[in-house]
């Protein structure tokens, strides 16, 4: 399976430099957490590597640099995106969104992918003929994520899935993120504020402050720690 490899990634918009220096990596098969606050720029490495925001150093994938490739090359290389708020398409049905989700893949292979994402979204299959504006938060975040995956992606990007969630839905979305993983061997990088969350969801976790990585390691190592429990998980140390 390919891997991810991100070196010295600096991400700018005009002034603003949204990522400095920034290095990981992630394996075949692995769950890896970017969590932070807002403006620590996860969102922002996310968008680097589908290639939606200009970035200098280098985002290598399967030994191949992504630096300079259009978006639906990257989605065409194995790579898969659920952008933060969902960003559906509103006025189309659910299946018509899932449709588009699966351009880069051939025509003869969508009805196959299809019964494979509502297998993981039944409610999706309920909804399939329902205008995308009309189905709740939760179930809109499905659609993202179940869109996103109808390319095959060999790693998946999700950002903020929780966000605006009630726990219970953010909770499923963990469990299904193990499941799609089992099921598929797809690996995973999880851009989060809610750290207490994706850190127990993610094998590993890239701790990022002001677009710099201020700790790594496994999620059971850094939850453990004096400082992270307190400054990001809100537990006592």
């Not at 797809?186 to 201020?214: C, F, H, P």
């Amino acid at each position: 399976m390919p891997t991810l490899s991100i070196d010295k990634l600096d991400v700018r918009y005009g002034q603003i430099q949204a990522t400095r220096h920034l290095s990981f990596s992630v394996g075949a098969g692995e769950i890896v957490a970017l969590v932070g606050a807002n403006g620590a720029g996860k969102s922002s490495t996310l968008k680097a590597i589908i290639g939606i925001a200009n970035a200098d150093g280098n985002i290598s994938w399967d030994g191949k640099s992504l630096i300079g490739l259009a978006p639906p090359d990257i989605v065409r290389a194995g790579i898969g995106y659920s952008p933060e708020g969902r960003r559906v398409f509103p006025g189309m049905s659910v299946y018509e969104n899932l449709r588009v989700g699966a351009f880069s893949r051939p025509n003869e292979e969508f009805e196959d992918r299809l019964q494979a994402i509502y297998s993981y979204f039944p409610r999706l299959k309920e909804r399939a003929g329902q205008r995308a504006s009309s189905l709740s938060g939760g179930e809109q975040q499905m659609l993202a994520i179940g869109r996103a995956l109808m390319s095959r992606p060999s790693l998946f990007l999700l950002d903020e899935p929780s966000l605006g969630l009630a726990p219970i839905i953010v909770d499923r979305i963990g469990q299904l993120l193990h499941e799609i993983r089992e099921r598929e061997g797809i690996s995973v990088i999880l851009a989060e504020q809610n750290a207490n969350w994706a850190m127990r969801v993610a094998d590993r976790s890239v701790i990022m402050d002001l677009g710099q990585k201020t700790m790594e390691g496994t999620s059971e190592q850094l939850i453990n720690d004096p400082g992270v429990r307190t400054a990001y998980l809100g537990l006592s140390a």
